[in-house]
Protein backbone atom coordinates (compact mmCIF):
# COMPACT_ATOMS: atom_id res chain seq x y z
CA UNK A 1 0.00 0.00 0.00
CA UNK A 2 1.77 3.10 -1.45
CA UNK A 3 0.08 6.24 0.86
CA UNK A 4 0.38 9.93 -0.58
CA UNK A 5 0.82 13.28 1.21
CA UNK A 6 -1.73 15.95 1.22
CA UNK A 7 -2.52 19.26 3.32
CA UNK A 8 -5.93 21.34 3.28
CA UNK A 9 -6.71 24.49 4.63
CA UNK A 10 -10.75 25.16 4.92
CA UNK A 11 -11.05 27.62 7.75
CA UNK A 12 -10.78 25.56 11.23
CA UNK A 13 -8.71 23.19 11.58
CA UNK A 14 -10.78 21.24 14.05
CA UNK A 15 -14.02 21.25 11.53
CA UNK A 16 -11.41 20.16 8.36
CA UNK A 17 -10.10 17.03 10.89
CA UNK A 18 -13.57 15.59 11.90
CA UNK A 19 -14.40 15.06 8.21
CA UNK A 20 -11.31 13.61 6.61
CA UNK A 21 -11.26 11.42 9.89
CA UNK A 22 -14.60 9.51 8.61
CA UNK A 23 -13.37 8.58 5.32
CA UNK A 24 -12.12 5.05 3.90
CA UNK A 25 -8.91 4.91 2.66
CA UNK A 26 -7.61 8.02 4.99
CA UNK A 27 -4.99 6.60 7.18
CA UNK A 28 -4.17 9.48 9.16
CA UNK A 29 -5.23 13.21 9.81
CA UNK A 30 -2.79 15.10 11.51
CA UNK A 31 -4.27 19.30 12.40
CA UNK A 32 -1.85 22.05 12.04
CA UNK A 33 -0.21 24.62 10.25
CA UNK A 34 0.98 25.30 6.92
CA UNK A 35 1.79 28.13 4.45
CA UNK A 36 3.84 30.87 6.72
CA UNK A 37 6.95 32.18 7.38
CA UNK A 38 7.33 31.53 11.00
CA UNK A 39 9.11 28.20 12.31
CA UNK A 40 7.39 26.24 15.05
CA UNK A 41 4.40 28.61 15.07
CA UNK A 42 2.07 28.35 18.05
CA UNK A 43 -1.95 28.44 18.33
CA UNK A 44 -1.82 31.90 20.00
CA UNK A 45 0.43 33.04 17.26
CA UNK A 46 -1.23 31.84 14.13
CA UNK A 47 -4.77 32.99 15.72
CA UNK A 48 -2.94 36.20 15.84
CA UNK A 49 -2.55 36.06 12.32
CA UNK A 50 0.93 37.19 12.15
CA UNK A 51 2.63 34.19 11.04
CA UNK A 52 1.50 33.83 7.47
CA UNK A 53 0.14 30.26 8.38
CA UNK A 54 -3.38 28.47 7.76
CA UNK A 55 -4.91 26.27 10.23
CA UNK A 56 -4.58 23.12 7.69
CA UNK A 57 -4.94 19.23 7.94
CA UNK A 58 -2.31 16.80 7.11
CA UNK A 59 -4.18 13.74 5.08
CA UNK A 60 -2.04 10.81 5.04
CA UNK A 61 -4.42 8.44 1.90
CA UNK A 62 -4.11 5.45 -0.13
CA UNK A 63 -5.08 6.79 -3.58
CA UNK A 64 -6.06 3.33 -4.15
CA UNK A 65 -8.82 3.44 -1.39
CA UNK A 66 -9.81 7.01 -2.34
CA UNK A 67 -8.55 8.70 -4.89
CA UNK A 68 -7.69 12.85 -4.84
CA UNK A 69 -10.41 13.48 -6.90
CA UNK A 70 -13.05 12.23 -3.97
CA UNK A 71 -10.96 14.08 -0.81
CA UNK A 72 -10.82 17.08 -3.28
CA UNK A 73 -14.85 16.32 -3.82
CA UNK A 74 -15.26 16.64 0.27
CA UNK A 75 -13.03 19.08 0.75
CA UNK A 76 -15.07 21.71 -1.41
CA UNK A 77 -18.49 20.73 -0.11
CA UNK A 78 -17.59 20.95 3.65
CA UNK A 79 -16.40 25.17 3.23
CA UNK A 80 -16.53 27.82 0.96
CA UNK A 81 -13.87 28.28 -1.33
CA UNK A 82 -15.30 31.59 -2.92
CA UNK A 83 -14.44 33.09 0.53
CA UNK A 84 -11.24 35.18 0.80
CA UNK A 85 -9.37 34.32 4.02
CA UNK A 86 -12.62 33.53 5.76
CA UNK A 87 -14.90 30.66 6.78
CA UNK A 88 -18.04 31.61 8.71
CA UNK A 89 -17.09 33.99 11.66
CA UNK A 90 -13.33 32.77 11.28
CA UNK A 91 -11.49 35.92 9.68
CA UNK A 92 -8.14 36.13 8.64
CA UNK A 93 -5.20 34.49 6.55
CA UNK A 94 -5.18 32.05 9.40
CA UNK A 95 -8.68 30.32 7.88
CA UNK A 96 -7.93 30.77 4.13
CA UNK A 97 -8.77 27.97 1.68
CA UNK A 98 -5.58 26.59 0.71
CA UNK A 99 -4.46 23.00 -1.18
CA UNK A 100 -0.53 22.71 -0.48
CA UNK A 101 0.42 19.83 -3.07
CA UNK A 102 3.18 17.45 -1.96
CA UNK A 103 3.59 15.79 -5.11
CA UNK A 104 3.50 17.48 -9.23
CA UNK A 105 0.88 14.73 -10.17
CA UNK A 106 -1.03 16.53 -7.13
CA UNK A 107 -0.57 19.95 -8.28
CA UNK A 108 -2.05 18.60 -11.94
CA UNK A 109 -5.10 17.22 -10.58
CA UNK A 110 -6.20 20.41 -8.28
CA UNK A 111 -5.75 22.86 -10.81
CA UNK A 112 -8.23 20.84 -13.48
CA UNK A 113 -10.38 20.11 -10.02
CA UNK A 114 -10.25 23.84 -9.39
CA UNK A 115 -10.76 24.72 -13.14
CA UNK A 116 -13.49 22.42 -14.13
CA UNK A 117 -15.98 23.64 -10.49
CA UNK A 118 -15.14 27.00 -11.23
CA UNK A 119 -16.33 26.46 -14.89
CA UNK A 120 -19.67 24.64 -13.77
CA UNK A 121 -21.62 27.35 -12.69
CA UNK A 122 -21.44 30.63 -14.01
CA UNK A 123 -23.31 32.11 -11.31
CA UNK A 124 -21.17 31.46 -8.36
CA UNK A 125 -18.55 33.18 -7.58
CA UNK A 126 -14.77 32.58 -8.07
CA UNK A 127 -12.77 29.48 -6.25
CA UNK A 128 -10.06 31.84 -4.51
CA UNK A 129 -8.81 28.51 -3.01
CA UNK A 130 -4.65 29.16 -2.84
CA UNK A 131 -2.74 26.51 -4.72
CA UNK A 132 1.21 26.17 -3.35
CA UNK A 133 3.71 23.31 -2.93
CA UNK A 134 4.34 22.28 0.73
CA UNK A 135 7.04 23.86 2.10
CA UNK A 136 6.94 22.68 6.04
CA UNK A 137 4.24 21.27 7.57
CA UNK A 138 4.34 21.59 11.58
CA UNK A 139 1.32 19.36 13.69
CA UNK A 140 -0.71 21.83 15.81
CA UNK A 141 -0.88 21.52 19.51
CA UNK A 142 -1.53 17.77 21.14
CA UNK A 143 -4.97 19.48 22.72
CA UNK A 144 -6.12 20.19 18.78
CA UNK A 145 -5.81 16.59 17.48
CA UNK A 146 -9.04 14.66 17.51
CA UNK A 147 -10.59 18.16 18.62
CA UNK A 148 -14.24 17.13 17.54
CA UNK A 149 -14.33 13.38 19.11
CA UNK A 150 -12.55 14.38 22.49
CA UNK A 151 -15.26 17.91 22.65
CA UNK A 152 -19.01 17.00 20.95
CA UNK A 153 -20.46 18.78 23.47
CA UNK A 154 -19.06 21.83 23.19
CA UNK A 155 -20.88 24.33 22.14
CA UNK A 156 -18.70 25.26 18.42
CA UNK A 157 -18.59 21.40 18.02
CA UNK A 158 -22.51 20.79 17.85
CA UNK A 159 -23.18 24.44 16.12
CA UNK A 160 -20.22 24.29 13.34
CA UNK A 161 -18.72 20.94 12.98
CA UNK A 162 -21.65 18.93 13.59
CA UNK A 163 -23.86 20.14 10.45
CA UNK A 164 -20.89 19.46 8.77
CA UNK A 165 -20.40 16.01 9.51
CA UNK A 166 -23.69 15.32 8.64
CA UNK A 167 -24.01 16.59 5.79
CA UNK A 168 -21.34 14.77 4.31
CA UNK A 169 -22.45 11.53 6.41
CA UNK A 170 -25.99 12.10 3.97
CA UNK A 171 -24.71 13.10 0.86
CA UNK A 172 -21.39 10.84 0.74
CA UNK A 173 -22.12 7.73 2.93
CA UNK A 174 -20.76 5.12 0.61
CA UNK A 175 -17.51 6.75 1.49
CA UNK A 176 -17.70 6.41 5.16
CA UNK A 177 -15.44 3.91 7.23
CA UNK A 178 -18.10 1.45 8.62
Not at 56 to 79: G, K, S
Not at 143 to 168: D, F, R
Request: some cysteine; proline content about 4%.
Amino acid sequence: MKTETIVLAGGCFWCTEAVFKMLKGVDSVTSGYAGGHTENPTYREVCAGTTGHAEAVQIEYDPAQVPLETLLTIFFATHDATQLNRQGADVGTQYRSAIFYTTEEQKSVVEKFIKELDASSSEGEPIVTQVEPLTKFYPAEDYHQNYYSQNQNQGYCQVVIAPKLQKVQEKYAELLRM
